[in-house]
């Protein structure tokens, strides 16, 4: 699987005051792709969920 290529496509809306103003999507191009690796991936997780919390905390 290394080097292999993919494709994401990411949806997303926009509110303001809770009303929706707007939508879109983004399509990410992917290389270098390598196998599933659990251990890596929830670090990953554990880190992005850590920098939530902080966001949140500070709205």
Excluded: C, D, N
């Excluded at 494709?7 to 009303?19: D, I, Q, S, Y």
């Amino acid at each position: 699987m290394t080097g292999k290529r993919g494709e994401a496509r990411l949806g997303f809306r926009l509110t303001a005051a809770g009303e929706p103003v707007g939508q879109g999507a983004k399509t990410l191009i992917l290389s270098g792709l390598r196998a599933y690796e659990p251990e890596a991936l929830q670090g990953l997780v554990e880190r992005y969920a850590g920098w939530k919390a902080a966001y949140l905390a500070g709205i």
